[in-house]
């Protein structure tokens, strides 16, 4: 019989946070994953009941429910200050990464050989996202009981967002609704999808068991609640409010704070469900950057460690440089200011969210599940990543480049790249990492070689 851990300090907690954002690859599920891996198989802080019960609480949030996850765990061991350290050693490491990797893209991405990478890569972050409509829409729309309905669901959100260009936020509340009137009318239709999936128990007694008592710092109480109101409000407000004193309401920081403080509220589905939104407010409306330069900044957050979402850092960065938003002389400082600035609004949210309503959460245990109105979201979803697939498939196929030289409107290499990372990700089952490297490979071969 394993014996339960004994107490573990912030120190060693602190250092784990840390590890864990430098090895936080794979997107949600494969963070998940990890965070399951080490903290209830290896090193057993937490059970598996009251890691799946933290995990449906997270999914059941806009905004990326591997990091709240992190924030949660963090917050339950050790009061609000691990909350906060677990859910910012998450995000950091990727912040300052990308912030990196957005000056070379933007200072030597005219360079042959960057040129090249980015060539191989896009067709990989195609084929990418293609994946994760067949995966997501395989957990919500293959259970025979609840398929008719959810298609509709995700038929129309295709519609709403590649034809009518209808506003994502509308898509999201259209959905909400459907399955809300769904669950009176054809509520087999709209049960709960499960998520990521029970892995299996069997790992030893944990810290935090299924039978320990909640700790006192994480019991409901309205003082507490009114407490992370009282100070998570100031936490959005000073640093609007500085925006708006120094640039004015249209300056372009300021409407960056408020434009991602909105996505991080319609982030139901994750990071590649919130993509429409930002592309249709950041390529579009506001112009910080182009279709292209969102692809390539995609394949960038699919390559580094932390949430997919951290991809708002880079349309930050390269918003904040094209807009020259502390002046032409100190491009690289207002870009950088500027990836922050959308950094901090996209993920406030997520960190108020854990700490207000985890107390409510811990009261609950066995109880919370996904409602209706939240499964014609995930439903909706699935067509809303299907529209981002076609618009990068649409892009990555204009004949450019040497297809353009030879006389083609179709680049065939681009197209044949996207299949058969397709092929990888859906038949082989590879990762992520690994068929990015090899299209990015192969990407360079074909520049050399005068095919693309």
């Given at each position: 019989?394993?014996?339960?851990?004994?107490?573990?300090?912030?120190?060693?907690?602190?250092?784990?946070?840390?590890?864990?954002?430098?090895?936080s690859?794979?997107?949600?599920a494969?963070?998940?994953a990890?965070?399951?891996?080490?903290?209830?198989?290896?090193?057993?802080?937490?059970?598996?009941?009251?890691?799946l019960?933290?995990?449906?609480?997270c999914?059941?949030?806009?905004?990326?429910?591997?990091?709240?996850?992190?924030?949660?765990?963090?917050?339950?061991?050790?009061?609000?200050?691990?909350?906060?350290?677990?859910?910012?050693?998450?995000?950091?490491?990727?912040?300052?990464?990308?912030?990196?990797?957005?000056?070379?893209?933007?200072?030597?991405?005219?360079?042959?050989?960057?040129?090249?990478?980015?060539?191989?890569?896009?067709?990989?972050?195609?084929?990418?996202?293609?994946?994760?409509?067949?995966?997501?829409?395989?957990?919500t729309?293959?259970?025979?009981?609840?398929?008719?309905?959810?298609?509709?669901v995700?038929?129309?959100?295709?519609?709403?967002?590649?034809?009518?260009?209808?506003?994502?936020?509308?898509?999201?509340l259209?959905?909400?609704?459907?399955?809300?009137?769904?669950?009176?009318?054809?509520?087999?239709?709209f049960s709960?999808s499960?998520?990521?999936?029970?892995?299996?128990?069997?790992?030893?007694?944990?810290l935090?068991?299924?039978?320990?008592?909640?700790?006192?710092?994480?019991?409901?109480?309205?003082?507490?609640?009114?407490?992370?109101?009282?100070?998570g409000?100031?936490?959005?407000?000073?640093?609007?409010?500085?925006?708006?004193?120094?640039?004015?309401?249209?300056?372009?920081?300021?409407?960056?704070?408020?434009?991602?403080?909105?996505?991080?509220?319609?982030?139901?589905?994750?990071?590649?469900?919130?993509?429409?939104?930002?592309?249709?407010g950041?390529v579009?409306?506001?112009?910080?950057?182009t279709?292209p330069?969102?692809?390539?900044?995609?394949?960038?957050?699919?390559?580094?460690?932390?949430?997919?979402?951290?991809?708002?850092a880079?349309?930050?960065?390269?918003?904040?440089?094209?807009k020259?938003?502390l002046?032409?002389?100190?491009?690289?400082?207002?870009?950088?200011?500027?990836?922050?600035v959308?950094?901090?609004?996209t993920?406030?949210?997520?960190?108020?969210?854990?700490?207000?309503?985890?107390?409510?959460?811990?009261?609950?245990?066995?109880?919370?599940?996904?409602?209706a109105?939240?499964?014609?979201?995930?439903a909706?979803?699935?067509?809303?990543?299907?529209?981002?697939a076609?618009?990068f498939?649409?892009?990555i196929?204009?004949?450019?480049?040497?297809?353009?030289?030879?006389?083609?409107?179709?680049?065939?290499?681009?197209?044949?790249?996207?299949?058969l990372?397709?092929?990888a990700?859906?038949?082989?089952?590879?990762g992520?990492?690994?068929?990015?490297?090899?299209?990015?490979?192969?990407?360079?071969?074909?520049?050399?070689?005068?095919?693309?």
């Amino acid at each position: 019989m394993q014996e339960k851990p004994s107490h573990v300090t912030f120190g060693e907690a602190l250092r784990f946070w840390l590890k864990l954002g430098f090895i936080s690859f794979g997107g949600p599920a494969g963070q998940i994953a990890i965070m399951h891996r080490e903290l209830v198989e290896q090193r057993r802080w937490i059970s598996e009941k009251r890691f799946l019960h933290a995990l449906n609480y997270c999914m059941l949030l806009p905004g990326p429910e591997a990091q709240q996850l992190a924030t949660y765990i963090g917050w339950l061991m050790h009061r609000t200050w691990g909350g906060v350290v677990a859910g910012a050693l998450f995000v950091l490491p990727s912040l300052f990464i990308l912030i990196g990797l957005s000056w070379v893209y933007i200072a030597f991405g005219d360079v042959p050989l960057v040129a090249g990478l980015f060539y191989g890569i896009k067709p990989a972050v195609a084929a990418i996202v293609l994946h994760a409509v067949w995966r997501i829409g395989g957990k919500t729309l293959r259970s025979p009981r609840r398929t008719p309905l959810l298609w509709a669901v995700a038929l129309a959100s295709f519609l709403a967002i590649a034809v009518f260009k209808i506003p994502f936020p509308w898509v999201v509340l259209g959905a909400a609704v459907t399955g809300w009137l769904g669950q009176r009318w054809a509520p087999g239709q709209f049960s709960g999808s499960g998520g990521h999936g029970a892995p299996k128990a069997g790992h030893g007694p944990a810290l935090i068991d299924d039978d320990t008592l909640t700790p006192a710092h994480a019991r409901f109480s309205k003082k507490r609640l009114s407490q992370v109101v009282v100070v998570g409000a100031p936490l959005w407000l000073l640093p609007m409010g500085a925006l708006m004193a120094a640039w004015g309401w249209q300056g372009t920081l300021t409407q960056m704070a408020w434009f991602f403080t909105k996505a991080a509220l319609l982030t139901f589905g994750g990071a590649y469900a919130v993509l429409p939104y930002v592309y249709q407010g950041a390529v579009e409306q506001f112009q910080w950057l182009t279709g292209p330069q969102m692809i390539d900044g995609l394949a960038l957050g699919e390559t580094t460690p932390g949430p997919l979402i951290m991809v708002v850092a880079f349309v930050g960065f390269v918003g904040g440089w094209a807009k020259q938003v502390l002046g032409p002389e100190m491009l690289f400082l207002g870009a950088a200011l500027a990836a922050t600035v959308v950094t901090w609004f996209t993920f406030l949210p997520s960190f108020l969210f854990i700490l207000g309503g985890g107390p409510m959460v811990e009261s609950t245990h066995g109880k919370l599940g996904f409602t209706a109105p939240l499964t014609a979201i995930t439903a909706a979803v699935v067509g809303v990543i299907a529209s981002l697939a076609i618009f990068f498939i649409a892009h990555i196929a204009a004949g450019t480049g040497a297809a353009a030289h030879f006389g083609l409107k179709i680049d065939l290499a681009a197209l044949a790249l996207a299949a058969l990372a397709a092929l990888a990700l859906m038949r082989f089952r590879l990762g992520v990492i690994p068929v990015i490297a090899a299209c990015a490979l192969a990407g360079l071969l074909l520049r050399a070689a005068g095919l693309a």
